[in-house]
């Protein structure tokens, strides 16, 4: 995901070597003045950095000195290294798909329409990172536009199961629509509902259930839905399913 960039200037420790690498976040002349500040004449002091981040008795120099304070200073402050970020441009549409570029998404099917059911090396088409992330006006635009919401992955993933893992129920939903087979299951025996109970996501059973999802399917590893839901501790999953069992069995 893109990262936003401050004006500040950032360090990374090396501790192995020693080092501070810093790296300009900012307007030229904040970077300026922290390479002057570098650049500057080797005094000798006597300090010692405590734990606390208090100074006393050690021998260090100008050079060191300005790094260890840049450091303590951006530890105070919290920042962390980053890289600069690529521009949208640079990205491809499956990442554009599941940081829900929308726009981006859109630009890139114009120049090329064979985009919208390209698989990755994995295998997961624009749809699938969408589903997967829960990117639900992506995942609407890219099934308007005739994303096909059957595919699976190489490892046999399916949007379904990406959204119910996620517990993206308005996603699961939406899916659901658009007639995919809800018992699907992945290289595992995982189905859409495994998933969805393993993740604890209550939304997502009861939207699975109420369309009919087999409850009787098992993981390559033996677990039933419930069987799972009882192994992780799930109660709140355990009693959606054991309705579920008796509404089942109601006499009508």
């Not at 920042?79 to 990205?91: G, W």
């Not at 994995?122 to 536009?145: S, Y």
Request: glycine content about 8%; aromatic content about 6%; overall charge negative.
């Amino acid at each position: 995901m893109e990262q936003k960039l401050d004006s500040t200037i950032s360090t990374f420790i090396d501790r192995d070597a020693g080092r501070v690498i810093m790296e300009a976040r900012g307007d030229d002349d904040e970077v300026a003045h922290c390479q002057n500040n570098q650049t500057s004449n080797a005094n000798v002091y006597t300090c010692e950095f405590r734990d606390d981040g208090t100074i006393e008795n050690a021998d260090v120099n100008d050079e060191d000195l300005l790094m260890h304070a840049t450091t303590l200073t951006n530890k105070q402050r919290g920042n962390e290294v980053t890289v600069r970020p690529a521009t949208l441009d640079a990205l491809s549409i499956h990442q554009l798909a599941a940081q829900g570029e929308v726009s981006q998404v859109a630009a890139h099917l114009s120049k090329d329409g064979s985009l919208l059911s390209k698989q990755d090396e994995r295998g997961f088409t624009p749809l699938m990172w969408a589903a997967a992330f829960g990117e639900k006006a992506t995942v609407d635009f890219l099934l308007e536009k005739g994303a096909d919401p059957k595919t699976v992955a190489r490892e046999r993933e399916s949007a379904l199961t990406l959204a119910s893992s996620g517990g993206y129920v308005d996603i699961v939903e939406c899916l659901l629509k658009h007639g995919v087979d809800i018992n699907t299951y992945d290289w595992n025996g995982g189905t859409p509902l495994l998933y969805a109970v393993r993740g604890n996501h209550i939304k997502c059973v009861e939207a699975l259930l109420a369309k009919g999802a087999d409850m009787t399917i098992e993981s390559d590893s033996g677990y039933s839905p419930m069987a799972l839901a009882v192994a992780l501790g799930h109660k709140k999953i355990q009693k959606v399913l054991e309705d579920h069992i008796l509404k089942l069995y109601k006499p009508k």
